[in-house]
């Protein structure tokens, strides 16, 4: 699974292991909040830049 990468706030308390890696570096209070990179304007033809939030990507299979 994956969340498109843009710029949407999060939860921290929903997303503890992504938080650790991003922190506030996009946006959000810290304390309740952090936000994904917006990297639409970046993602070439109309396709989507996603952030892995569970498990392995790519997967193993």
């Known amino acids: 699974m994956g969340i498109p990468a843009a ?3 999060l939860s ?3 997303n ?4 650790s890696l ?6 959000g209070n810290g304390t309740t ?3 994904l990179p917006d ?8 396709t989507t830049y996603t952030i ?3 498990g ?3 997967s193993s299979r």
């Open 22 to 27: 991003l922190g506030t570096t996009f946006g």
């Open 39 to 46: 990297l639409r304007s970046a993602a070439p033809n109309g």
């Open 12 to 14: 921290i308390s929903n």
């Open 16 to 19: 503890a292991a992504l938080y």
């Open 56 to 58: 392995i990507f790519p």
């Open 7 to 9: 710029g949407q706030l």
């Open 33 to 35: 909040t952090f936000a």
């Open 52 to 54: 892995c939030d569970n």
